[in-house]
């Protein structure tokens, strides 16, 4: 940020509550007329002003209002938190661009504190197992060290079953997808927990096939005997691409190179917490090497199982793989991590928002190198 009379101030309100930031702001910038925050909701289809509740479909339509002179987006570690908005005209680019960044700070701080940002990104009211699922799960976009992740998950209102999860330590990325037996409140019960074993078993240094079997033993200890989730997990360096992964009852990665999208060879094996005649899952951990301008894809059974509106057949295999392949050719390096968001999309307009089955996908894009240079 370049040195304005209001920068150090500015940086100094950063530890504020956004709407109590924006107050100050207002007060302290000269020749600020007005200033707002606008989130994306929770299917990132409309950006919503936290101060008066009003929505737009897209950020260009802020861009080309005429009580706006900057619109400029807040990004987190790649993720999109919404849209920062002034009606200021002294004031370069790259100052914006910084009190965007300071917002972001300011939101990402104060999120878990406060309801002001989590209410205003609602259209409607969240189911309870909606509600258990999305205090689970991480932001919904990545981005770092040439890889852009990107998630999914529909219906966003009503879902429970189905969780994705990742962390990134040093230059290790861990992603998973898990989807537990059943639907609504015990299915988010049993991925809750299974969610919670992982990050536990991560956490303490565990591989992937100790990860999994720390899953089944949570399930087994909660006397869950009848429920189980299936998973799939990757981990990968995302400087060199190299990696592993395992599926427990699952189905396995997709890698998208050159507009072709070919399946990684499964070894079957129990879902974690599946019990039969004593045995328990015993997924097979299996090399993993994802090249520069590949994309890799995790996704739940509901992404290929719900119906069409035309036919009632299921949308299957072939169309989706069309659909993430041509959207991944779209997808230039810097809105990979918009991916997966824009292939679920895709698969709505073929089946509408009335799912039979949950669906969620995430999608981990290296940086093509040589596009690059």
């Not at 390096?333 to 969620?360: F, H, I, P, Q, Y």
Request: negative net charge; proline residues 5%; glycine residues 8%.
């Amino acid at each position: 940020m370049s040195e304005v009379p209001w920068t150090k101030a500015a940086w100094a309100l950063s530890s504020q509550p956004t709407p109590k930031l924006l107050a100050e702001l207002q007060q302290l910038i000269a020749g600020l007329a007005e200033i707002d925050v606008w989130v994306w909701d929770q299917q990132h289809q409309q950006l919503i002003s936290i101060t008066t509740g009003a929505s737009v479909d897209s950020v260009a339509e802020l861009r080309e209002a005429p009580a706006w002179s900057h619109a400029t987006p807040i990004r987190h570690l790649g993720h999109s938190l919404g849209v920062l908005t002034l009606a200021l005209d002294d004031v370069s680019n790259d100052d914006v661009a910084a009190l965007a960044y300071l917002v972001g700070a300011s939101m990402r701080a104060n999120g878990p504190a406060s309801e002001v940002l989590e209410l205003s990104g609602r259209r409607r009211e969240m189911a309870l197992p909606a509600e258990m699922q999305w205090a689970l799960l991480p932001p919904v976009q990545l981005s770092v060290g040439g890889v852009r992740l990107g998630a999914a998950v529909e219906p966003a209102y009503d879902t429970g079953g189905d969780v994705f999860d990742y962390s990134l330590l040093g230059d290790h990325l861990f992603c998973a997808v898990l989807d537990a037996k059943g639907h609504g409140l015990k299915a988010a019960l049993t991925s809750t927990l299974a969610t919670s074993a992982l990050r536990q078993a991560r956490r303490d240094g565990r591989d992937l096939e100790g990860i999994a079997q720390a899953v089944t033993e949570a399930i087994l200890a909660a006397g869950q005997h009848e429920d189980f989730v299936s998973a799939v997990m990757v981990e990968m360096d995302i400087g060199t691409g190299q990696g592993s992964w395992l599926s427990a009852g699952h189905l396995p990665p997709l890698v998208v190179c050159d507009g072709e999208v070919s399946e990684l060879e499964l070894a079957p094996a129990l879902p974690l917490g599946m019990a039969i005649s004593g045995e328990t899952s015993a997924p097979i951990v299996q090399a993993l090497a994802l090249g520069p301008g590949e994309t890799l894809a995790l996704y739940s059974d509901g992404i290929v199982e719900n119906a069409m509106i035309e036919g009632a057949e299921v949308l299957g295999d072939r169309r989706f793989h069309e659909i993430l392949s041509t959207s991944a050719a779209r997808a230039p390096a810097r809105s990979a991590d918009n991916l997966a968001r824009e292939v679920v999309e895709r698969l709505l307009e073929l089946t509408g928002t009335t799912l039979r089955d949950d669906a969620t996908l995430l999608t981990v894009s290296r940086a093509d190198e040589a596009k690059n240079d």
